[in-house]
């Protein structure tokens, strides 16, 4: 019943896409699924990663299992929800995110962050910015969920200094349990701790769907800064893309890869033409 499902949805795909003059565009995606079937990611590289390959370990200490993450332990909360199969479908798929051709990737392969004061909007994990930690100049993780408290102080410990987790949903308004973040950042600068003539920003958004109004929120700060990186999710909602071209400062460029997701299928946003880039890239010309 699944697979029948399943076919019948990817039918209707193709033959809207026959309708609108649009198979070519997708030709690749479309032959990916018609062989292995309806995936967000519809491309080879994916099977490059198996699942079963992904090894749990345990803190004796704390109690917290983990996962190794090119050498570095991610910290996982102690609950019933992250049972060891849920940490590693969860590591599984940001790895294959990231990957140097997926649709989903944040960062170009030759991405220089030293000395960037990076914030990651929507972190949980913080697979992302564990990376290259090391190279930044302070890191600001932004995770509602306080369960990730002790997690990410795990994980980050050896970078304690230079990390900071804030406990607030990111918006444009500071009530609530909300948090904006251009008044985040300008409550930085007053401090002195950010230098929006100088300092290197650098900007990660996974926010389920919130991007443009987060995104709309940032334009004050862009508009300032001198070095502003942007890399948020377009896939959530299929309006961002056209919203956030929009909204996009003259100053700045927007870039997108050539890749694209299949973002829910059987949900009713999933509507033509179905794929989906899945980051956009903004920085200043």
């Given amino acids: 019943m699944e697979f029948m499902k399943r076919s019948i949805r990817l039918l209707g795909i193709i033959f809207c896409l026959i309708i609108k003059g649009d198979l070519s565009r997708y030709r690749r995606e479309i032959y990916f699924l018609i062989r292995h079937g309806l995936n ?24 917290n299992n983990y996962v190794l993450h090119n050498g570095r332990r991610i910290y996982f909360p102690i609950s019933e929800k992250y049972t060891g ?41 913080a697979s992302l910015p564990l990376d290259f930690v090391d190279k930044l100049k302070h890191l600001y993780l932004f995770e509602a969920d306080e369960e990730w408290n002790t997690p990410l102080s795990l994980t980050f410990k ?28 300008l409550q930085l600068e007053k401090e002195g701790k950010i230098d929006l003539e100088q300092d290197k920003l650098w900007i990660k958004m996974d926010i389920e769907g919130s991007e443009e109004t987060v995104f709309a929120d940032l334009i004050s700060i862009m508009k300032r800064s001198k070095c502003l990186k942007i890399a948020l999710c377009l896939y959530h909602k299929y309006t961002t ?10 100053e ?34």
């Fill in 40 to 63: 967000t990611y519809p491309y080879e590289y994916i099977f490059r990663y198996n699942l079963e390959n992904e090894v749990i370990g345990l803190d004796e200490i704390t109690g």
């Fill in 85 to 125: 199969d849920m940490i590693k479908k969860t590591h599984f798929l940001s790895v294959i995110e990231q990957d140097v051709e997926s649709p989903h990737r944040y960062l170009d392969q030759d991405e220089d962050m030293s000395e960037c004061i990076f914030f990651d909007v929507g972190c949980q994990e």
């Fill in 158 to 185: 050896e970078w304690n200094e230079k990390v900071t987790v804030v406990n607030k949903f990111v918006s444009d308004s500071n009530s609530n349990g909300n948090i904006s973040l251009s008044s985040f950042i």
């Fill in 241 to 250: 893309e056209d919203c956030i071209r929009k909204m996009l400062p003259e």
């Fill in 252 to 285: 700045y460029i927007m870039r997108t890869r050539n890749t694209y997701m299949l973002f829910q299928p059987f949900s009713k946003d999933c509507r033509y033409p179905f794929f989906r880039h899945g980051v956009a890239r903004i920085e200043r010309k």
